[in-house]
Nanobody, 127 residues
Framework: VQLQASGGGLVQAGGSLRLSCAASEHTFSTFSMYHMGWFRQAPGKEREFVARISRDVTSRYYLDSVKGRFTISRDNARNTVYLQMDSLKPEDTAVYYC??????????????????WGQGTLVTVSS
């Protein structure tokens, strides 16, 4: 299973970016059956949960510090999950990873709850 994240870059504080994560159609033909998440890892820190969207789009969860600024969404027809990031802050600087979970877990904030990972895309927010 392949997940390809894109959309990272350099942005000034207060700016916006939209990350995309496309699942390989060849090996991810049932994209709509996966819960999708975004994580991030800043230099010298552990990977942390950012957002998650359920397979049927009925549930969305966010890291407290990004609530009201980030929005996770998905387009099952395009096998793609998005992370719209607004009002970016320097502390949002990190490599952002998308991930897919085949089954529901109450521990969705943990990396171990996900089965597949993308390669990461770097977001740098300057002050």
């Amino acid at each position: 299973v392949q997940l390809q994240a894109s959309g990272g870059g350099l942005v000034q504080a207060g700016g916006s970016l939209r990350l995309s994560c496309a699942a390989s159609e060849h090996t991810f033909s049932t994209f709509s059956m996966y819960h999708m998440g975004w994580f991030r890892q800043a230099p010298g820190k552990e990977r942390e949960f950012v957002a998650r969207i359920s397979r049927d789009v009925t549930s969305r969860y966010y890291l407290d510090s990004v609530k009201g600024r980030f929005t996770i969404s998905r387009d099952n027809a395009r096998n793609t999950v998005y992370l719209q990031m607004d009002s970016l802050k320097p502390e949002d600087t990190a490599v952002y990873y998308c991930a897919a979970a085949a089954t529901y877990s109450a521990y969705y904030r943990n990396t171990g709850a996900y089965d597949y990972w993308g390669q990461g895309t770097l977001v740098t927010v300057s002050s």
